[in-house]
């Protein structure tokens, strides 16, 4: 079961996707949104990876993916992307609303992250990752749906797609080399490289 979320992420950010978030974020290179997207769904991953590894964010999340994310986005994701499918539960498609929750006061860093290692703008970069935050966590629901996962599985499920370092102390994951500290902007891992590369396929046509 370690791979599931993975391969329900490959399966659905296809190159329709990847073009139609680029158009969404006014960004014509492929290879540049592949990456951007890449990276930020590893972020992502690894921020619902430590909030889920204590009991009462595990709890949190669990709630949110039986309450509001239960996959169905991605039967149209292309409607979700492009905003054509208005959809009923709000809460499934509010990336802003996820994002303050699953990041807090990271944002700005992620941000700032993300517009350093792929070369796009803060509108772009936030853009990208509201509408990503969504997507993740419906393949995330949807895994747990399919699967008949509890929720003290739901960790699992994460830390086979995350390319977090299995640890319990966030500080050892991606976030605690965005938050930078002694604040002077040196990002030293690359979070494109991290983990497992779900559009890689992508990169190589």
């Not at 796009?120 to 747990?144: E, R, W």
């Not at 990002?187 to 990169?203: C, H, Q, R």
Request: charge should be negative.
């Amino acid at each position: 079961m370690e791979n599931v979320l993975f391969d329900i992420l490959q399966k659905n950010i296809s190159g329709d996707t990847i073009n139609a978030l680029g158009s969404l974020i006014n960004l014509n290179d492929q290879n540049q949104t592949t990456n951007a997207t890449q990276t930020g769904i590893n972020i992502l991953l690894s921020a619902l990876t430590d909030n889920a590894s204590d009991s009462s964010g595990l709890s949190a999340l669990s709630g949110a993916l039986d309450r509001d994310h239960d996959g169905s986005i991605l039967d149209d994701l292309m409607g979700y992307v492009t905003g054509s499918n208005n959809f009923q539960n709000k809460s499934m498609v509010n990336g802003a609303g996820i994002l303050s929750h699953v990041l807090g006061d990271n944002i700005g860093s992620v941000i700032n992250l993300m517009t350093k290692k792929n070369g796009i703008d803060q509108s772009q970069a936030m853009s990208l990752l509201t509408t990503l935050a969504p997507i993740v966590l419906a393949a995330l629901g949807k895994s747990k749906r399919q699967n008949n996962v509890s929720q003290s599985g739901i960790l699992d499920l994460l830390k086979g797609a995350s390319p977090t370092p299995q640890s319990h102390n966030p500080t050892n994951g991606i976030l605690g080399s965005i938050l930078d500290r002694d604040g002077d902007g040196d990002y030293k891992d690359d979070i494109a490289s991290l983990g497992m590369n779900f559009l890689g396929n992508l990169l190589k046509k």
